[in-house]
């Protein structure tokens, strides 16, 4: 890892009365989203396990109580509380067995036991579990001495989940403890969102793609690799559209036909203001724009509006840009589409340990990589050149460094805010 200051290149573009602040735009996506979200309500229903990574529509039910019964938690003799001796010991007979699976099918009386397994079900009678290491044993009997506690190593009914009660909401992903849970009620089942359709191209008439000989001036096309690798989600189907030169007709059909396809469609390149920029007319033209221009770095122009009923994304061209804006801007958004309940990012104040510079007027997303020193301190490293055509900077790190729009400097030892980068996982 490199740990640079980086220089502060003169510029005077940094602030620009006409830019949002990175929460006024979160704002608008959402507020734009909020309305487009009746049009993406369709659901499917999925058996349990094809239903792993995807987004619950429905509320469930449960339908039994977690634990089904009372049971053991050890393995040990299930006796009765008022059978533990207040000083001294007692010795009670054995009458039975309870398996799991295979529960003991009478009553315990006082003076008498059964042996019992983790997981058995607790006999009538029974409401105390002395573990087996905690007994002497003979041949049809068990001693016990003082100090057990009535109705220890009991897992009770419904003391996880009791029935009737909601045990999982509309909105929530399905991961690993949420199949288990489906399971465990016996649900083979549910209703899910339909997969969240977003188109994604390139454009710039320098892109060639993998496999292409590269002429003079031409570089391979990266950004539509680094949007299908964020994009890799259960509840996301991508339609990769390709590299689309700058050309105002292409790019115009090329809107059309995503938009006609896609709930979501996303750009990069082409939406600034040089002469090969088309993007933000073409949207404007043949859709609405919403805004594009965002007091952030990396990140200022991103076309953001709608086209039809797709939810448009028009993200920069650069590298660490496109990364940037989609992991602020369009994942909340494709969250949210999803039918996702909103989670809020986890950010954390951590102490930087290098210096760091920037001009005001633009909130910035450094690259950082977050770590814990040999006296388990967790601090933040700047990891070399921020420009913002840098990935491998981008690959070093592990989180984003985010820097107020005020702040010019932070000097060494000073807490900063981080987003660690697995904040973009649900
Ligand atoms: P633009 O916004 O189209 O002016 O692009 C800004 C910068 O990002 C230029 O240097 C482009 O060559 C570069 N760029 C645009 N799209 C891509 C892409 N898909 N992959 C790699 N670099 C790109
Ligand atoms: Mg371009």
Known sequence: ????????????????????????????????VTTTLRTV????????????????AEDIIA?????????????GYAIDASDIPGSDTTTLKIIGTSWAGKPFLGSVKPGECIRIMTGAKMPQGADTVIMQEHVTKADSSITISSGHCAKQNVRYIGEDISVGSVVLTAGKKIAAAELGIIASMGISEITVHRKLRIAIFSTG????????????GQIYDSNRYSLFGLLQREYIEIVDMGVIPDDRTTIENAFEQAASIADVVITSGGVSVGDADYVK??????????????????????????????????????PVSVIATFTQFALPGVRALAGLTKTNNINYQVRCVTELKKRAGRMDFQRGYLSVDNNGQLSVAVTGLQASHILSSMSY???FIILPEDTTH?????MVEVQPFNEWIE
Do not use: H
């Not at 008439?205 to 003079?216: A, P, S």
């Open 63 to 75: 339908r039994l109580s977690t634990p089904p019964y009372d049971n053991s938690a050890m393995d």
């Open 410 to 414: 932070v000097a060494i030892d000073t």
């Open 281 to 318: 007319e073409t949207l404007e033209k043949i859709g609405s724009i919403n805004f594009w221009k965002i007091a952030m770095k990396p990140g200022r122009p991103l076309a953001f509006g709608k086209i039809n009923d797709a939810i448009f994304f028009g993200l920069p061209g650069n």
């Open 205 to 216: 008439d320098e892109l060639r793609g993998i496999g292409e000989v590269l002429e003079d």
């Open 41 to 56: 309500k369709v659901t499917e229903r999925l058996s349990c396990r094809s239903a792993f990574g995807r987004v619950l």
């Open 1 to 32: 890892m490199i740990n640079t200051l980086i220089p502060v290149q003169p510029n005077c573009d940094d602030f620009d009365p006409t830019s949002l602040s990175v929460s006024q735009a979160t704002d608008r996506i959402t507020a734009l």
């Open 397 to 399: 790190s592990n989180c």
